[in-house]
């Protein structure tokens, strides 16, 4: 919206029985600082302010950066900010840096059952594994229905007692297998940790599965659905916990979890 479309919505809006509540733009670029076209964006925006403020109409609410935008200043007189991926601690820019953010969203499990099984067992739908030696198999209650690709069989790793295990065969609607075969002392109700962990943890951040995936993080991030409940924390604390039944008790102990933290914070979120 320039000057002249501005002048012909403000135009409607004095005949009519309305008010503008907010005014915003959103910047197509402004996660690639070098793209010449979130100046032109904002000068156009200029000119919409202008005319509204000429039109002596009560000034709306004005916004314009979602996460690259506001980590970058793109426009400072306004109301409002759209943060998104930076609420997750995550880079908008890619690999350029970001030290403002601490990650802050972690998908975890824990196993559900831990089992022994022979050389040349096939695991998962389609036989796409087969144990090359004895090997424990733990399962874990997670799968495509909750956000986690499909597309990660057999190609993702995730963090079980410190260390980093590999999938074996699908990654079915509720349900996935890893090897884990070289931990000792492995039991049933051992956290899994899927993604995040925070500082020190060895699990796979948020941008390594887009990376795998060849898609981008915000992907990620809005993949991971409602069934799995929330855990949010702060100061290393549990603060809330919501799920698609509503809030529930911190006493709440689910399977699956997503923890969140501010991202501003240093603490872990699982999810």
């Known amino acids: 919206v320039g000057r002249v479309s501005m002048d012909l919505i403000v135009a409607d809006v004095t005949d009519l029985p309305l008010r503008i509540e907010g005014l915003y733009t959103h910047l197509a670029c402004s996660d690639d600082p070098a793209v010449p076209f979130t100046r032109i964006q904002l000068e156009r925006f200029a000119e919409a302010r202008a005319a509204l403020t000429l039109s002596h109409l009560p000034r709306p609410l004005i916004h314009v950066a979602s996460s690259a935008g506001l980590l970058t200043r793109a426009e400072r007189d306004v109301d409002l900010v759209r943060p998104g991926l930076a609420l997750y601690g995550l880079n908008p820019f890619g690999n350029l840096p970001a030290p403002e953010l601490t990650a802050a969203m972690t998908v975890s499990t824990r196993l559900n059952r831990v089992e022994r099984f022979p050389a040349g067992t096939a695991v998962g739908y389609g036989s796409t594994y087969i144990t090359l030696r004895d090997a424990t198999l733990a399962t ?91 855990v949010f924390s702060a100061a290393d604390e549990v603060v809330a916990i919501q799920s698609r039944f509503g809030s529930l008790g911190l006493g709440f102990d689910d399977v699956t979890t997503s923890s969140e933290t501010p991202a501003t914070t240093d603490n872990t979120v699982s999810n």
């Open 140 to 230: 874990l209650p997670i799968g495509y229905d909750d956000g986690l690709s499909r597309a990660l069989s057999d190609d993702w790793e995730i963090v079980v007692r410190d260390r980093l295990v590999p999938l074996v065969g699908r990654v079915s609607m509720d349900l996935i297998v890893a090897d884990v075969t070289d931990l000792p002392d492995v039991k049933v109700g051992d956290e899994a940790i899927l993604m995040g962990g925070g500082p020190g943890c060895p699990a796979h951040s948020a941008e390594s599965m887009a990376s795998r995936l060849k898609t981008i993080p915000y992907e990620i991030t809005s993949s991971f659905g409602g069934r799995l409940p929330r």
